[in-house]
């Protein structure tokens, strides 16, 4: 371990945002899961959770002979690790209809039975006059989306991943976007959260295009609407405070894009305010991650990961790149810690903490284009903290 890491250690020790758990040797290392070959264009839109027994299981979407987000038929692949992140099987399809693409989505674990659920979105492939469809075309015509197909569906697993369900419909008021989360403390305790993304228009318009949640109170049985975040806004991902309330944070598509943005709920999604944008969180206008790696009482400490620069335009793709891990130890008022994990194209990523408590960060990667393939970063938060030390940006968010 560097002197850096020993100093930051002690430091945080000090003021009760450590525990004694984490006073360990640098750990990391890196993994190509899913490689782009044959028919599959590209892997996109990872998952990835960790079960109770310690299996890591990397979700993505194979897009079959092209890279587009629409139009080709896409299926929900799954890779999984027993070994702690050394060896990973092959990539096989665990979602997928004929005619019809499958997109993945979020994965939660029921705490409760240890079963494993997975949501995600389904599209026609064309219109009802026989063209290409696309983003545009589903949020113009709902209803012949729908008809043709479309909507949101989920998949479960009761041995480790083994062996999935026939998918289900379901009827998710937004489109599910990222990775759920169960809340741990305070009035709400227990409920389930999807984030999403919904239009207020009939049409793609990002005037209207909101985040928020959906809220499930039996344990994913049944989803409504929870609050909104605010507009101009792509998808988004979502943290608990140490106080039960909610973190949003958004891929920014308004002013200040380049940095991302943030909203609070105080009421267990009901609700969300506190809207703002971080000017410390540099953005390729990309997804990103969030997942809190201890309990307020071990050290509140939450991490952020994304394609960690600031482009000179809203679309540039060609500015994913530099996958980066942030660190917060004040419920993400303030970021003190980031480490590059890839500096070449990355794209969308997810994160999951294991049971003894290193974290698994799955994105995307390539050589002409960021998204195709999956690579899997597996680290401890002493590596993080052998990372950059930042200069807060303080008063920025007043909850």
């Given at each position: 371990m560097t002197m850096r890491a020993k100093i930051a250690i002690v430091l945080l020790s000090a003021l009760g945002l450590i525990s004694s758990d984490m006073k360990e040797k640098p750990m990391f290392g890196l993994q190509q899961v899913m490689?782009?070959?044959?028919?599959?264009?590209a892997y996109s839109i990872p998952q990835i959770v960790v079960t109770n027994k310690g299996t890591a299981l990397c979700f993505a979407t194979a897009r079959m002979a092209s890279n587009d987000d629409w139009g080709n038929i896409q299926k929900v692949v799954l890779s999984r690790s027993t070994d702690g992140g050394t060896t990973w099987d092959a990539p096989r399809v665990i979602a997928s209809r004929d005619s019809i693409a499958v997109n993945g989505g979020a994965g939660i674990i029921d705490p409760k039975n240890g079963t494993i659920y997975y949501y995600g979105r389904k599209y026609p492939l064309r219109t009802e006059t026989g063209e290409k469809a696309t983003e545009s075309w589903a949020y113009a015509h709902p209803e012949q989306y729908r008809t043709l197909g479309g909507g949101g569906y989920c998949i479960c697993s009761k041995d480790e991943g083994l062996t999935w369900s026939p998918m289900r419909d379901v009827d998710f008021p937004y489109e599910v976007m990222g990775t759920g989360i169960i809340l741990q403390h305070g009035k709400y305790k227990g409920r389930w959260l999807l984030p999403g993304r919904v239009t207020l228009s009939k049409g793609f318009d990002w005037n209207y295009m909101y985040n928020g949640v959906m809220i499930s109170d039996d344990r994913g049985k049944t989803w409504y609407k929870g609050g909104l975040s605010q507009s101009h806004v792509g998808e988004c991902t979502i943290v608990e405070l140490s106080d039960g309330s909610i973190y949003l944070n958004n891929r920014n598509h308004g002013e200040g894009y380049g940095y991302r943005n943030h909203a609070i709920s105080c009421n267990g999604g009901l609700t969300f305010a506190s809207f703002a944008v971080d000017t410390q969180l540099i953005d390729a206008v990309c997804h990103a991650s969030l997942i809190r790696c201890t309990s307020p009482e071990k050290g509140n400490i939450i991490l952020f990961a994304n394609?960690?620069?600031?482009?000179?335009?809203?679309?540039?793709?060609?500015?994913?790149?530099?996958?980066?891990v942030w660190l917060s130890s004040d419920d993400a008022k303030t970021w003190i810690y980031r480490r590059t994990v890839n500096p070449g194209k990355s794209g969308y990523s997810d994160l999951a903490v294991a049971p003894d408590g290193s974290v698994y960060l799955a994105f995307e990667t390539g050589e002409s284009d960021p998204r195709e393939n999956i690579t899997v970063a597996h680290f401890n938060l002493a590596w993080v903290m052998e990372g950059e030390r930042l200069i807060p940006v303080l008063g920025k968010r007043k909850d």
């Open positions: 490689k782009r070959k044959g028919e599959v264009g394609a960690a620069v600031k482009p000179t335009r809203e679309w540039d793709s060609g500015a994913r790149r530099n996958m980066s």
